[in-house]
């Protein structure tokens, strides 16, 4: 219903990747506000819930049906809180829940991507979880920050393959994430390019 009032349009390739009632780290760049919405209808196979940033589950009403239904709050500046609310979060899920990391953070400054945080590959080692990896882009021209107004437009989504963490160790944290920014790169110049492909400018930089 939010895409259809907002007039965007979703292009969603990789989707048969998703095992339904599977349970991953999806782990994805972040280009707007819009994000969240477009990955919510784009992956409907995946139960999804989010990593959040505090000010989301600040919003009456909003905040508290986050809370209710399993979403995490982080602070960023507290590193050590967020990741206790993360494994508490980890610990109270169902099972074929898969969680969302906006790896980067917070929502790109300039459009491009950026490094990735640990949290996301912490947590995979962690709970024995595959990562998967989401691109998203076109969000950026849709609902760039700052702007109040919705613009119409088309997003595109890239799924790919499950990595898996079957032979890696709790300190091999860092190769996890070269692996999972690798992928997502090479996932956002793919949904970029599709974008390209139809006369539709992505926003950001490459």
Same mark, same amino acid.
């Given at each position: +219903? ?22 991953? %780290? ?18 409907? &196979? ?8 505090? &000010? ?33 979060? +980890? @610990? ?29 590959? %912490? *947590? ?29 437009? *088309? ?16 300190? @091999? =944290? ?9 992928? %997502? /790169? =090479?996932?956002?110049?793919? /949904? =970029? ?7 539709? @400018? ?5």
């Amino acid at each position: +219903m939010c895409l259809r009032v907002g007039g965007t349009r979703l292009l969603v390739h990789g989707v048969e990747r998703t095992e339904p009632g599977r349970a991953h %780290v999806v782990v994805a760049n972040h280009e707007s506000g819009w994000d969240p919405v477009c990955l919510l209808a784009g992956l409907p &196979q995946l139960v999804l819930r989010f990593i959040a940033k505090r &000010q989301f589950m600040d919003i009456p009403v909003l905040g508290q049906a986050l809370r209710l239904t399993g979403n995490v709050r982080v602070v960023r500046t507290e590193t050590k809180g967020d990741m206790e609310r993360i494994h508490t979060g +980890m @610990d109270r899920r169902d099972p074929a829940v898969s969680i969302l990391f906006f790896a980067e953070g917070r929502r790109s400054r300039d459009g491009a991507l950026h490094p990735f945080k640990m949290g996301a590959f %912490v *947590t995979a080692l962690g709970y024995g979880l595959p990562i998967l990896p989401v691109a998203i882009t076109g969000t950026r021209p849709i609902w760039a920050r700052g702007v109040v107004r919705l613009r119409r437009g *088309t997003v595109a989504i890239e799924v790919g393959e499950p990595i898996p963490i079957e032979g890696l160790a709790p300190g @091999d =944290r860092k190769l996890l994430r070269e692996r999972g920014f690798a992928a %997502v /790169a =090479r996932l956002r110049a793919r /949904a =970029r390019q599709r974008l390209r492909d139809l006369g539709i @400018d992505p926003g950001g930089i490459d």
